[in-house]
């Protein structure tokens, strides 16, 4: 069993950073692939990044290439991403996910989430 902590989030103003976090409670963290998707009120949950298990492939969604930057930090059991350049549109309910198959999914386990609020 994997559990995800999401923290970080909050409200920032247009052009702003935010740094969020996944801590994740599992003793085989390498062996996951982990990912960061969104739901902003009314839409469906998008992806947003994904890290592979060895961190040495990643993968964004247009909407945020060269704005945010997914990592992972193995001997903490951490997720990260960094939000640069955050727009209103951004605004959304973070989820981190994990999955032992490649970073396109299915993915398995879920956080519970962190907002994050973008102000024009």
């Known amino acids: 069993q994997v559990q995800l902590v999401e923290s970080g989030g909050g409200l920032v103003q247009a052009g702003g950073s935010l740094r969020l976090s996944c801590a994740a409670s599992?003793?085989?963290?390498?062996?996951?692939?982990m990912g960061w998707f969104r739901q902003a009120p009314g839409k469906e949950r998008e992806f947003v990044a994904a890290v592979s298990s060895s961190g040495g492939s990643t993968v964004y969604a247009d909407s945020v290439k060269g704005r945010f930057t997914i990592s992972r930090r193995s001997a903490k059991n951490t997720l990260y991403l960094q939000m640069n350049s955050l727009k209103p549109e951004d605004t959304a309910v973070y989820y981190c996910?994990?999955?032992?198959?490649?970073?396109?999914?299915?993915?398995?386990?879920w956080g519970q989430g962190t907002q994050v609020t973008v102000s024009s």
């Open positions: 996910a994990a999955t032992r198959g490649v970073v396109s999914g299915p993915y398995d386990y």
């Open positions: 599992v003793h085989t963290f390498n062996n996951y692939a």
